[in-house]
């Protein structure tokens, strides 16, 4: 028998970055337990396959294209989603982008690049949504944030900076709607393999030191975080607001020395 404290039936939920990788696989997890999901990305032609291919059988899954960066499109989205479905129960900020590169090669251009998809665009989001779950007094946003949160890698220090900064965003928005009927969590997933990162990751060296130092001994998958973020989406996380919960085999636990203890 299905717990109903788990239920997210019924509910409206959006997901930005919503057509590929970690985002396509939280709102396929969505859809397949009964709720009405509306996903967004760039590119139409991108939007609709995806939702071709996650809609279980009598399900709603929308798609509507949405550059986060884009104030005035994000304007459009918000007016579209309320008038077709009327409200959203739960917003999943999830695009995001990365450039991997050493700081002193950055551009001004890159460094605006990143922040305005995996910061600005969240922000502004959020407002846009929240204004409207503010009247309703309820509603649910869930942050995608990073690893880097904590402990920034090298050579991805805009990223790292934008991560952290929807990490306190996630936190100050908690203090402030709590009151008024809102809960704002966040995740932060480990080393997720997706087609944007399977180039990387496809290396061998990459391979070792990511399963050495991740104690479940695997890279993630997207729907590794299905069952966090309907977690917060429902009833079972009630009394939970402004956290971050790691969803990363393990990963922030400690590091691994380079010492064989099985022959000591």
Same mark, same amino acid.
């Given at each position: 028998?299905? *717990?109903?404290?788990?239920?997210?039936?019924?509910?409206?939920?959006?997901?930005?970055?919503?057509?590929?990788?970690?985002?396509?696989?939280?709102?396929?997890?969505?859809?397949?337990?009964?709720?009405?999901?509306?996903?967004?990305?760039?590119?139409?032609?991108?939007?609709?396959?995806?939702?071709?291919?996650?809609?279980?059988?009598?399900?709603?899954?929308?798609?509507?294209?949405?550059?986060?960066?884009?104030?005035?499109? $994000?304007?459009?989205?918000?007016?579209? /989603?309320?008038?077709?479905?009327?409200?959203?129960?739960?917003?999943?900020?999830?695009?995001?982008?990365?450039?991997?590169?050493?700081?002193?090669?950055?551009? &001004?251009?890159?460094?605006?690049?990143?922040?305005? $998809?995996?910061?600005?665009?969240?922000?502004?989001?959020?407002?846009?949504?929240?204004?409207?779950?503010?009247?309703?007094?309820?509603?649910?946003?869930?942050?995608?944030?990073?690893?880097?949160? =904590?402990?920034?890698?090298?050579?991805?220090?805009?990223?790292?900076?934008?991560?952290?900064?929807?990490?306190?965003?996630?936190?100050?928005?908690?203090?402030?709607?709590?009151?008024?009927?809102?809960?704002?969590?966040?995740?932060?997933?480990?080393?997720?393999?997706? *087609?944007?990162?399977?180039?990387?990751?496809?290396?061998?060296?990459?391979?070792?030191?990511?399963?050495?130092?991740?104690?479940?001994?695997?890279?993630?998958?997207? &729907?590794?975080?299905?069952?966090?973020?309907?977690?917060?989406?429902? =009833?079972?996380?009630?009394?939970?607001?402004?956290? /971050?919960?790691?969803?990363?085999?393990?990963?922030?636990?400690?590091?691994?020395?380079? $010492?064989?203890? &099985?022959?000591?």
């Amino acid at each position: 028998m299905a *717990d109903e404290l788990f239920s997210v039936a019924g509910q409206v939920v959006l997901v930005s970055g919503g057509s590929r990788g970690i985002g396509r696989g939280i709102a396929e997890g969505f859809a397949r337990r009964g709720a009405k999901v509306i996903i967004t990305g760039r590119e139409s032609a991108g939007l609709e396959q995806t939702v071709r291919d996650i809609c279980p059988p009598g399900g709603t899954v929308r798609g509507i294209a949405c550059d986060v960066a884009d104030p005035q499109a $994000i304007e459009r989205l918000t007016a579209q /989603v309320i008038q077709e479905f009327g409200h959203v129960d739960t917003l999943l900020n999830v695009a995001g982008v990365n450039r991997r590169m050493l700081a002193e090669r950055l551009s &001004e251009a890159d460094y605006d690049y990143i922040l305005g $998809i995996n910061l600005k665009g969240p922000f502004l989001l959020s407002l846009a949504i929240g204004k409207h779950m503010l009247q309703r007094g309820q509603g649910n946003q869930i942050n995608i944030v990073s690893l880097n949160n =904590e402990r920034p890698l090298k050579g991805v220090m805009p990223y790292a900076v934008s991560k952290s900064g929807l990490g306190q965003m996630t936190r100050s928005l908690a203090l402030e709607w709590g009151p008024r009927g809102i809960r704002v969590n966040a995740i932060a997933p480990g080393f997720i393999l997706t *087609d944007l990162t399977r180039k990387l990751w496809s290396q061998p060296k990459m391979q070792e030191w990511g399963q050495t130092n991740t104690p479940l001994r695997r890279l993630g998958k997207p &729907e590794d975080m299905v069952g966090t973020a309907v977690f917060l989406a429902s =009833e079972a996380s009630a009394f939970m607001t402004g956290q /971050v919960l790691y969803v990363d085999g393990g990963f922030g636990c400690g590091l691994n020395w380079p $010492i064989d203890f &099985e022959s000591q």
